[in-house]
């Protein structure tokens, strides 16, 4: 994976990011994400971001359990190995809902984290770059990807003049691969050596 | 400001529906009085006076469940149902009305009925005498106790919602623009509604239920039971206001009430039909799983006998329905499948209470018949009629409200 150089802008203020989103966005530059220290209302709408798809999966994660538990329960109990428990129909449908409750419970819930882990390029022992270490305390970060036409003093300027107070080039690695990101981070700092 | 419509005025559209609703529902009630009301088979004379028994206390249950969304909502220092908020509080103007002609039925029924009665077997004292469960709850089921409780619910109800009601009206002066006057009045909204919330969980989420409902069924209980008809009521309730919303939206008023709140709306809508459906659940099964002759006796002739398919029927509008369809976020936000929804659950919780009043007032037969239907369009008109009415007093946006900022910039 080949690492990039980003544009990073900070803003103290909500108010100021919001008509800043909307000017960046309006010159043509390409926002790769903003960084907040908390959720902010509105945000996704103002990056142009469409509605996620987890819900969706959420959906078939659930329905999943509902036929695991179903099926499962129904299989053992009602047709490969009846038994008798106190007097009960073989098909005690009532007494399976708070099992099958809870599996399409489990399932949506786990297929959901997992899920978003994987949107969000997060895995166990993959260290992700932070752009700003403000970003998790009071400031709101912005990170622009230029294109290798951009003119990176242009797009400083430009974001200086729309309120950014601290804006830097940073050089991080734009996809994710399981591991190889501290490998390659290492070489560039150890060796000087650009990785492709 | 100037161009947007905050002052309701009542179509003359709906004031000639309104009063057409009436008109057959009254002609129902009369016709049905006549032919079955003063009847000499005690039969035909608990059907009708059941009727009227459950479609009075189901009307003024989902009204009243304005009150408490507007209470809840406040005590829960919400914001956002401040655009729209003198909706259920036009809703909520129902309950002394309904309040007391459910008053006069029930009084009816347990004073003017006769002992032998089917609604109440409890009020048959030589039964009473020689039973020892009903012995034991004579001191509860009683008509003394039940007179005193049924005024107090519904005195109470009304006069602490018209307390909120007129507190929200101090919204419209320009004097609570004030930090200090704001301050004072989110208070003392806090206080009344906080009263109101107390009152409102020891009777509707509690005895009321039992009084009224529960003890049609006079040896059997489930202590389910009044958060069953809490559930039933409240997601009928906010369906309710989520209709009168789309309505005025239609018309061109609540400007600033959008989506955004309607997508709340529909998650209440959504989440209190799982709330409800957890609750049948729990009393159902427990029941099923422990097959004690004494509980099984209510389900006997709803799930096996000539309730079967209204049973079911209940199950799948208010459970399977908002499930599938209100899951999603954009069906939350779409006016036309919000409404649809409305009108289903509404229907679908007035099925609820049917099978709840006259599966125990009639067990061996069922069907929905024209008198049924006759006097919820009693009901239903007359709640168009003087909610319209209602609405027409205030303006529709209470412009000094210290929250209606947080309310008109509300994102879900």
């Known amino acids: 994976m080949a690492n990039k150089n980003f544009v990073v802008g900070c803003f103290d203020d909500e108010a100021v990011l919001f008509p800043a989103v909307k000017k960046v966005r309006m010159a043509g530059y390409k926002i790769h994400d903003v960084y907040t220290p908390y959720a902010v209302h509105g945000l996704d709408h103002a990056l142009g971001l469409r509605e996620t798809s987890l819900h969706t999966a959420g959906f078939i994660y659930g329905i999943t359990g509902t036929a695991t538990a179903l099926g499962g329960i129904g299989w053992i109990l009602s047709w490969d190995w009846p038994l008798n428990f106190g007097g009960k129909p073989h098909f005690a449908l009532p007494a399976w809902i708070p099992i099958t409750f809870e599996l399409t419970v489990l399932f949506a819930s786990i ?12 895995a166990p022992f993959v260290k992700k770059h932070q752009f700003h270490s403000r970003a998790t305390d009071d400031a709101f ?53 650009e990785v492709a | 400001m100037a161009s947007i419509k905050e002052q309701f005025e009542i179509p003359g559209k709906m004031r000639t529906w309104s009063i057409a609703l009436i008109c057959v529902g009254l002609l129902a009630l009369i016709i049905g009085f006549a032919t079955k009301g ?15 028994m459950y479609n009075s206390i189901y009307f003024l249950l989902i009204c009243n469940g304005s009150m408490f969304f507007i209470c809840a909502t406040t005590l829960a220092m919400g914001g ?24 006069v039925i029930l009084m009816y029924i347990v004073f003017g009925m006769g002992s032998h009665t089917h609604i109440y077997h409890w009020l048959d004292k030589d039964a009473v005498t020689n039973d020892e469960i009903l012995k034991g709850k004579s001191g509860f089921l009683n008509p003394g106790f039940f007179l005193l409780w049924t005024v107090l619910a519904i005195g109470l109800w009304s006069l602490l919602g018209w307390r909120m009601r007129k507190l929200s009206s101090e919204a419209d002066d320009p004097a609570l623009a004030n930090q200090d006057a704001g301050k004072s009045f989110i208070w003392r909204n806090t206080v009344t509604a906080s009263l109101f919330i107390v009152w409102f969980g020891l009777t509707v989420a509690s005895t009321v239920p039992w009084l009224w409902l529960m003890s049609i069924d006079p040896h059997w209980y489930s202590t389910m039971y009044s958060w069953y008809t809490f559930a039933s009521s409240f997601v009928a309730g906010i369906s309710l206001v989520a209709l009168w919303i789309i309505y005025l939206k239609n018309k061109g008023y609540l400007a600033y009430t959008t989506e955004e709140h309607l997508h709340d ?16 659940f729990s009393q159902y099964m427990l029941i099923w799983y422990a097959n004690m002759s004494e509980e099984t006796v209510y389900f006997k002739h709803r799930v096996e006998g000539a309730y079967k398919g209204i049973f079911f029927l209940n199950i799948i509008i208010n459970f399977v329905c908002p499930i599938l369809i209100l899951m999603k976020r954009s069906a939350k936000r779409n006016y036309t ?73 509300h994102y879900t």
């Open chain 1, 111 to 122: 297929g959901m984290v997992l899920t978003f882990c994987y949107l969000c390029q997060m």
């Open chain 1, 141 to 193: 970060v912005m990170v622009v990807e230029p294109t290798p036409k951009t003119n990176l003093e242009d797009l400083k300027a430009f974001l200086s003049a729309n309120g950014a107070t601290e804006i830097e080039v940073q050089e991080a690695e734009a996809g994710w691969w399981l591991g190889t990101y501290d490998k390659q981070q290492k070489l560039v700092r150890d060796k000087g050596i």
């Open chain 2, 38 to 52: 003063i009847s000499t088979d005690q039969h035909q004379k608990d059907i009708f006076w059941g009727t009227l």
């Open chain 2, 80 to 103: 956002w149902q401040v655009v729209f908020r003198r909706v259920p509080e036009a809703i909520s103007t129902m309950v002394p009305i309904f309040g007391l002609i459910a008053f």
């Open chain 2, 265 to 280: 709306i529909g998650k209440f809508m959504f989440a209190f039909s799982i709330f409800w459906t957890y609750l049948w």
């Open chain 2, 337 to 409: 499948l919000m409404t649809f929804m409305a009108v289903l659950i509404i229907f679908g919780h007035w099925i609820d209470f049917y099978q709840m009043v006259m599966g125990s007032v009639r067990p061996e037969d069922a069907g929905l018949s024209w008198l049924d239907f006759g006097i919820a369009f009693l009901f239903v008109g007359l709640m168009i009629f003087f909610v319209g009415k209602a609405l027409a007093k205030k303006p529709l946006l209470p412009v000094y409200h210290p929250f209606v900022k947080e309310s008109v910039i």
